[in-house]
Structure formats: structure tokens, C-alpha cells
């Protein structure tokens, strides 16, 4: 029932209504003493919708979605090799708002916002007030792919690429379908997850149109973040004729297991997903508690292909800074 009341609202109305009060969160989740184990930042503060929160089962300190986003205690020990731009980004800006790390596509942050807080996010340090490209840097983005014949692809990331309106974000279609070596366009995103409706008639119609390929890659750890509402709006998606695949950063405690991976493929799969990347989680301060060690990371993939058909086995990578791609984790080092 309250699910269904939250669901009919659009979408830019749950993204304003999201649950910033760790207090109303955990009342609403009957986890009251869960008080003593959680803080509240100062920066990158805790955010929920609450779509997303019907996802959690009540009373359970352990669910998975609610460990995604609940600031723990554990943030605010300081880890050494844990650090803040972990992948070296700020370094890689040619422009204002851009990322060229790998020779046939670029990533543009077109926005800092995001619907949801992920403790484990490694952009949570990033400086987005001094990195997000104006309209007067659109220009300049135009003029550096012209100049490098050899980038066909342009990802749309963030933040949440899906958090701004249609219509600056098709503005931003507008542009990079204008450009004519361009042949796919791709977003990163969580909202399909987190606030469903975001994939309205509006935006599917603008997509299934463009001259690109339009490839979303969305960012589900647990298949519990697909529930039937969100697999309708998905499917909607691929019937726009849009690719879509999954990427999910491997998370102690929270996915690090088995039949946990094996039943995020199957959902992703029956909802019209595949699988691409399962990373390694980035060693981004504050995100420790979150890792867990290579070896058993290894172990984990191992037993999930001998339960999965190929089409539905996630990539292991590692992102490494200076790199030009995104590193194949080494799967032979233990067997
Ligand atoms: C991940 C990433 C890409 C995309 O890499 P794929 O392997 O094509 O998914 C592109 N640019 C940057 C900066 C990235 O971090
Ligand atoms: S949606 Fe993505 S960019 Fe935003 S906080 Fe979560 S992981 Fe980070």
C-alpha cells in the first residue's frame, strides 16, 4: 500500500521527497537500535529515496540496500591506502567536465547530483563544483572529439546522468548526435534502480529515436533492487531498443557471496539486463569496511561460473589508475 502511494508520484517529485533523516530511516524500518553504530556526515550525507527503501525489509539490520546507504561508524576510520581520488582522475581532464582514460570513448560528468548516497561510491570526494562542463565548455568538448577520429563513444556519468531533466538532458543528446563520428551513446546510472519512473515515455521515445546506439549501463548490486515494478520499467526500456546492461561492485557483506551473484544474474537477465563488469571495489576513503581480499574475491567467481551459463558472467575487473582499460582480474592466480 505504500508502496503504491510512493510509485505514483513522477519521478522529480521522489527524487525531491527522498529520506535524508537517518532517524526517519530507521524508524521507518523499525531499526531504532541501529542508533549507536551510525553517524552523520558532513559531506556526501546520507540519501535515500523512498522507492528504493520499500526495497528493504523491515527490521533487518543486515539487508543489503539498507548497507548500501546507511552511514556506518566504520567510514571514519582512516585506512591506509584508502584515499580519496583513488583513480587518479583529477589528473585526466583535458576539459572542464571530461575524462579521456581509454582510446575509443570518453566519459563526460554531466552532473555532481545523485538520487542516492552510496557509502562505496568512489567519486564521493570528487570536487564537482570545480568539474561540471558549461554550456561554454560544450564548445570545447565538440573541438576535442573532432580532433580524435579515433573516439566513437560518449558516456554520459556523474553523479547520475538520469538526475537532471529531459530536457537538458537531451540538449545533450541534440549535441553528440550532431557529431558524426559518434556512434553510441551510453549512460551510467543508478535511477532505474532507485526511482523506476525515471524511465518515463518522454525520455524511452527521445532514445529509441536517437541516430546512436543507446546503450544504459545500470548499476545494481542485489538482485532484491529489482523488484516486479522495477523489471516492468526495465523491459520498457529494452523494448525502446536500448542495451542494457548491469555493473555491480562486489561489496563485502552485502553481495560477496554465491547464490547472491548467481540470483543477480538470473533477475538481471529475466528483466531484460546482462551482465558486464563485477569490479573490485575501488580503495576510496571511507569505503574499507566495504572490501574484501582479492583472494576470496577469486574464490567467488570461480564457484559462479560453475553455476552460470556465459552470457550471464559479469566481467572481474579492477580499475588501475594510468591504465587503458579497465583491468581483467587475474582469475588463474589461485587455481
Ligand atoms: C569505465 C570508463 C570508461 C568505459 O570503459 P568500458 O570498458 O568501455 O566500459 C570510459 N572512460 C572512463 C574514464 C571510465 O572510467
Ligand atoms: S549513484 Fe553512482 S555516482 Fe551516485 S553515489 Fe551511487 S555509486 Fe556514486
Known sequence: MINHLITQKNWQTQLSEAITSIDELLVLLGLESLREQVYTPEHFKMRVPRAFVTKMRVGDADDPLLKQVLPDNQEQIAVTGYVADPLAENEQ?????????????????ITGACAIHCRYCFRQHFDYNANMPTSAVQEDIIAYINEHPDISEVILSGGDPLSISNRRLFAWLDTLESIEQLTTIRLHTRLPLVIPERLDNELLERLAQSRCHIVMVIHCNHANEIDEHTSTYLK???????????????????????????????????????????HMLDKVKGAAHFDADERSNIELYWLMLAKLPGYLMPKLVRELPNRPFKVPVDIYKIN
Not at 576539459?95 to 570518453?106: C, D, N, P, T
Not at 526500456?237 to 562486489?250: D, E, F, H, W
Open 93 to 109: 581532464n583535458p576539459i572542464k567536465g571530461m575524462l579521456h582514460k581509454y582510446e575509443s570513448r570518453v566519459l563526460l560528468t
Open 236 to 278: 520498457r526500456a529494452r523494448a525502446a531498443n536500448i542495451m542494457l546492461l548491469n555493473q555491480t561492485v562486489l561489496l563485502a557483506g552485502i553481495n560477496d557471496d554465491v547464490d547472491t551473484q548467481v540470483d543477480l544474474s538470473l533477475r538481471l537477465f529475466a528483466a531484460g539486463v546482462l551482465p558486464y563488469y563485477l
